[in-house]
């Protein structure tokens, strides 16, 4: 195959084939980026390997084309972007401009059974296709004279992306021994390529699952991530099941498998209905964020499954335990703390909410409360909620969907009259002790509970017009009186610059 024209079209082939001559280097572009090319995918950087310092290679590019190279020294590698808008299919439309292009020197890595380090030395380009990951990976293409836009496939990966198959180049064993996170690597590139993993290569995973466990927290996690963000995650998990990897990566999930029967009564199968909930969400849903609340949203059913002989199988509770369970999931993933688990937590603990008020005969209380705890994320719960609905009967399914579309449209209409959507309560605790003199106390809360409750129960309007009176009423049933008009301690608190709105419902 000759990917000369290609190169071409690229002015960054051409200063990297011409710097390399100058220096008598040999370069070659390598690995996923001569995958993609071929599966005319998408593909954001370009990996450069070559007989010499890839460090010195880099910087002479980076003379040429007047850009900054970042080189680390550790590894032995050097990166620069350039930032020309390429025309290729080969691009995706939503990331920045320019490639990130990195640089190193071929490498040989022998690894030894007593240590995890390989010894690095510097090796041929076939050394260095040796001891990459998979035979789709270990493509390379010439950019020297004498062969130039050459494809060098030592391990024939052109027919594996045919056949759509992940194999290790050398013997799988070898190859995840070496390194047991392409083990977690193959079954990620198999979902987000859609492609089955050879026989052999994944019997050696199935038998080397236990090695992962070297492999640090961060690496498992990133390749996870990948396999959620995939067109079907579903399949990907499949295959982490069926290896046996996910017993150790992902215990909570495992633990959603199999049915129980008791008086002829059984419950569906967890694991598979929120692989079918994942699905489901993935099809409407990049983001990586509700998907784990997909994959979380009924983490706790095991803990709270019950039977009782009247009802059959309950549940009860589970969306609550379940979100009280996210953050030490996230925490053992090494997945961040911050707001990105304090909306998976939220999705989970408000994912059957919606369903109840299909349910009920509803009140616009009951949507209102729902509008307030959802907030911004009221969108995104709804999405999570309309996957969840999993039957395999289609006109129940189809029941449930409109049932969920009429919920919607008053949650809408009811969010444009009350505007209640990111609600702050008009009186905030410290116009309460303003008016009435008061030092933080039980009172101070009493009052502020039953505005709030009234605003939401729809009886006041979330006003300081409307919810002032309200205030002073529930004072003087405390028999409190106020030491000062509210419109003055409303204006003394904003000279004094305070937050006049708080957020503790
Ligand atoms: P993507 O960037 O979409 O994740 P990729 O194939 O480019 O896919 P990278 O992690 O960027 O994956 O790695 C680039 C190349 O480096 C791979 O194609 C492969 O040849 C090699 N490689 C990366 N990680 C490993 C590994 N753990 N073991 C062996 N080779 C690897
Ligand atoms: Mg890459």
Known sequence: MDFADFLHTHPIFDVIARQAAARSVRAYVIGGFVRDLMLKRPSKDIDIVCLGSGIELAEAVGRELKVPVTVFKNFGTAMLRTDWEPDSTAIDANRAPGWEVEFVGARKESYRAESRKPIVEDGTLEDDQNRRDFTINAMGISLNAEDFGQLIDPFDGQNDLRRKTIRTPLSPVLTFSDDPLRMMR?????????????????????????????????????????????????????????????????????????????????HKDNFYHTLQVLDNVAERSDDLWLRWAALLHDIAKPATKRFDPKVGWTFHGHEDLGSRQVPGIFRQMKLPLNEKMRFVRKLVRLHLRPIALVKEQITDSALRRLLIEAGDDLEALMTLCRADITSKNYDRVKKHLANFDKVERKLKELDERDKLRNFQPVITGELIMETFGLKPSKEVGHIKTAVREAILEGTVANS???AIPYMIEEGRKLGLVPVKDPALALESLSQRGQDTSDSNL
């Open 186 to 266: 193959a079954i990620r590139f198999a979902a987000q390529l859609g492609f089955d993993i050879e026989p052999d290569t994944f019997e050696a995973i199935a038998a080397m699952k236990d090695r992962l466990q070297i492999v640090s927290r961060e690496r498992i996690t990133d390749e996870l991530n990948k396999i959620i963000l995939s067109r079907q995650p579903s399949y990907g998990f499949k295959l982490l099941y069926h290896a046996g990897l996910l017993d150790f990566i992902f215990p909570e999930l495992l633990a959603l498998k199999g049915v129980e029967t008791i008086e002829g009564k059984g």
């Open 464 to 466: 300081f017009e409307a």
